[in-house]
């Protein structure tokens, strides 16, 4: 009789729905675009992270259906079994000139490659040094690999830099997301360079949010970095601004070496379906035939903000297209996201434990495929749904 946790399970949903912490889906029956369908209805979708309009994009479809053409739908094996097929070499080599690195290595997805990544380079006597703002999957590949884990406050150069002159560990990490995903400022990667010289550490960097977005063509954070450091370990991913699915780790020959010997979330994985190399490929080469899709991005988000501040819509600094409306409270911040839903926009609320406590916000993200009337509507939306949901008591 009764669950076999004495309804831990249960209490701990009802808490969840009593803070307004519960989390829910939508099934959206359409592909992502500006536009989406969810639940019988057409919405503005302000919430996908295919920043450039590429998930749909006919030139990822078409290379994506020629890659099943010849090589079906599944990679059958890990990659070093079976499942390295000639598309996730093409990815691997496209992928690396495209950032500027000798050699790159295809995960599975960014969590897993972030897993990896971290599991590989650290032992019991590495420490892990992380902003505190951090992408989860990183924490949690910081956590599986048994490294001593030192988080420091966000941005805090002066403060990471104590920690690691204090750091007695044989092998030191920084790992930082490069654009952070629920705020959309950047880490200062000059500094973050520096430090890791002076300190002879590894510096991780998760530009899940930066590739597509960030340098001419979209190249990433790094482009333009001043000092190319044989200490950076770049990792990248596909589903976001490049429109498909999986992630790079790029770095030097030795690292991608040492990864496909000692990545456990690469070697005992099955391999990505062979089309989403294919896709990866069609998005490098759009991405360099053509600048339009970062430039029009870049144009919306300009477009976005002044409109804000125009409705007088607070925003957080950010150039990139994770645009938050901070609003504190997790309810009030499900009222606002169900206004605007109610006015035809699909914006989510992120809720605590993704944002610490008291942080909730509307988490909008823009897209090249987003016409400028589209941000023009919804910074109006916002205006009107942050002034008639219930303000904090
Ligand atoms: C989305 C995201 C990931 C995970 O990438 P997936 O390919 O979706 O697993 C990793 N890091 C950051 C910062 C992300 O936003």
Same mark, same amino acid.
């Given at each position: 009789m009764g669950a076999p946790d004495d309804g831990r399970l249960a209490r701990g949903l009802e808490e969840a729905r009593s803070r307004s912490l519960l989390r829910t889906r939508r099934v959206v029956a359409?592909?992502?675009?500006a536009r989406v369908q969810v639940e019988g209805r057409e919405l503005l979708n302000f919430?996908?992270?295919d920043y450039l309009g590429l998930a749909n994009h006919p030139a990822l479809r078409d290379a994506a259906k020629r890659a099943i053409d010849a090589y !079906?739908?599944?990679? =059958?094996?890990s990659p070093l079994v079976s499942g390295y097929l000639e598309p996730h070499r093409e990815a691997e080599e496209r992928f690396a000139a495209f950032v500027g690195f000798p050699s790159a290595l295809l995960f599975p997805s960014g969590y897993a490659a972030n897993l990896g990544i971290l599991t590989a380079l650290a032992d019991r006597s590495t420490e892990i040094f992380a902003d505190k703002l951090n992408h989860a999957c990183l924490n949690d590949g910081a956590l599986l690999s048994r490294a001593t884990f030192t988080r420091y406050p966000h941005l805090d150069m002066a403060a990471l830099e104590e920690r690691l002159r204090v750091s007695q560990a044989s092998t030191r990490i920084v790992a930082t997301d490069?654009?952070?995903?629920?705020?959309g400022d950047e880490a200062p990667l000059e500094a973050l360079v520096d430090l890791c010289e002076t300190h002879h550490a590894w510096l991780v960097l998760d530009d899940a949010h930066g590739i597509?977005?960030?340098?001419?063509?979209?190249? !990433?954070?790094?482009? =333009?970095?001043v000092a190319r450091s044989p200490r950076i370990v770049y990792m990248a991913t596909l589903?976001?601004?490049?429109?498909?699915y999986g992630a790079f780790a790029a770095g030097a020959p030795e690292v991608v070496d040492w990864l496909v010997q000692r990545a456990r979330t690469y070697i005992y994985s099955t391999a990505l379906p062979p089309m989403a190399g294919a896709a990866a490929v069609a998005a490098i080469e759009l991405l360099e035939a053509d600048a339009t899709p970062v430039d029009t991005l870049r144009d919306r988000i300009a477009a976005f903000r002044s409109a804000c501040e125009a409705a007088h819509v607070p925003l957080m600094?950010?150039?990139?297209?994770v645009q938050p409306v901070l609003v504190g409270d997790a309810q009030r911040a499900l009222d606002v996201a169900a206004r605007l839903r109610d006015e035809g926009f699909l914006v989510p609320a992120i809720r605590p434990p993704t944002v610490?406590?008291?942080?909730?916000?509307?988490r909008v993200s823009l897209s090249?495929?987003?016409?400028?009337p589209d941000v023009r509507e919804l910074a109006r939306a916002l205006a009107r749904a942050l002034a008639r949901a219930k303000p904090l008591a």
């Open positions: 359409s592909p992502q675009g919430s996908s992270n !079906g739908v599944g990679a =059958g094996a490069t654009v952070f995903s629920m705020d597509g977005v960030l340098g001419p063509r979209g190249r !990433g954070c790094l482009e =333009g970095l589903g976001k601004a490049l429109g498909g600094p950010s150039r990139t297209a610490p406590e008291g942080a909730s916000r509307l090249a495929a987003h016409a400028e």
